[in-house]
């Protein structure tokens, strides 16, 4: 189950660096059929899928979240490279 919940965190983070957010309803429905499936073969009761569900869902809101900031502070351009902030190599004086 934590398998699953890391590949619905990955895919959400990926959605999150070139999709709007309207993706969000697609990949919850994706991620509320994964949780159901097992209860289709009989394998669990009906609290677990409501669990898995849940689980599944923050995993793929969050990984958006996680796209959306990771893909604004690489894209973001560092303070540094102004040419008044680099100092000249200036060799020292020998007295």
Known sequence: M??????????GSVLGWG???????????LALIGAWVPVLFGNSGLGTPFLRGTLFL????????????????????????????????RPRSTL
């Open 2 to 11: 934590m398998l699953v919940a890391i590949a619905f965190f990955l895919v």
């Open 19 to 29: 999709v709007r957010v309207w993706i969000l309803i697609p990949a919850a429905l």
């Open 58 to 89: 923050v995993a793929v809101q969050s990984g958006y979240v996680f796209g959306l900031i990771s893909c604004a502070i690489l894209s973001s351009k560092p303070s540094n490279d102004r040419v008044g902030n680099i100092v000249p190599f």
